[in-house]
């Protein structure tokens, strides 16, 4: 949990490298850790590190199906890849997710 702060934190002072060994450090200690994993891969997409951003979004979501943020996270990294339409469809899984709320 530690770790996750940090990376945020470092995230939140654009030291995305920094952020992202302090989120490898929470995902070592706790690997099904889906918001380590969103953040990180935030991160990612931060870099444009879009290979790297999908991966960790993915299992995310795999974990946690429902996870809004993470779809809209993987969104921009599918956009960023080149993929428009996946794009869509993770920004209509989002509002189908928070029309529920």
Avoid at 21 to 36: I, K, V, Y
Avoid at 41 to 46: H, I, R, T
Avoid at 48 to 67: I, T
Avoid at 77 to 84: E, H, I, L, V
């Amino acid at each position: 949990m530690e770790h996750n702060l940090r990376g945020r934190d470092l995230t939140n002072r654009h030291m995305y490298k920094e952020a992202i060994e302090e989120f490898n450090a929470a995902l070592q200690e706790s690997p099904d850790f889906t918001q380590a994993l969103n953040a990180r891969g935030f991160a990612y997409v931060l870099t444009r590190a879009w290979a790297n951003a999908l991966k960790d979004l993915d299992e995310a979501l795999r974990l946690d199906p429902n996870y809004a943020n993470a779809y809209m996270n993987r969104a921009v990294a599918r956009k960023g890849a080149g993929d428009a339409a996946a794009a869509e469809a993770d920004q209509a899984k989002v509002r189908e997710l928070t029309a529920k709320k």
